[in-house]
């Protein structure tokens, strides 16, 4: 089944590396309670936040939910990752479901907007973590 593509997919995405100043400065924003996410219904895209003394990349669902897919033991290893990603090698296009491919990832506009308004609304309730093949809900 094809899924229209609405105007959160991006397609123009370069290979421009975000860079150690932006990833520096989302690490601050972050380390201050504030999380990237986007805070709807259903699927929300890809996200970051600081939960539990580690910096964490993963996907909202239903604005509330936060699945980690990826976690950063300290500032500077966040720092690193986030400095050497690009809006590219974000984008999903590695992924087979052409449905999460550009659709509302961590791009650097997105970056550059939320850091510049801090937006506390996008607390997170749960946080899950991937168990073998299902997601384990953290205390």
């Not at 309670?33 to 909202?60: K, P, S, W």
């Not at 500077?76 to 550009?102: H, I, M, R």
Request: glycine share 6%; net charge negative.
């Amino acid at each position: 089944m094809s899924r229209k593509k609405y105007n959160w997919h991006k397609t123009d995405h370069n290979n421009i590396l975000f860079g150690m100043d932006l990833a520096k400065k989302v690490a601050t924003y972050l380390l201050q309670g504030n999380q990237i996410a986007h805070t709807h219904r259903d699927y929300c895209g890809m996200a970051l936040a600081y939960y539990r003394e580690q910096f964490v990349y993963g996907f909202v669902q239903d604005g509330y939910d936060f699945y980690i897919e990826q976690t950063f033991p300290s500032q500077t290893a966040f720092e690193n990752w986030l400095a050497s990603q690009s809006d590219e090698s974000l984008s999903g296009k590695e992924l087979e479901d052409s449905w999460f491919q550009d659709n509302q990832r961590i791009y650097q506009k997105r970056l550059e907007e939320s850091i510049s308004t801090p937006n506390p609304q996008t607390t997170m309730g749960n946080f899950f973590i991937k168990k073998g093949s299902d997601w384990e809900i953290l205390p």
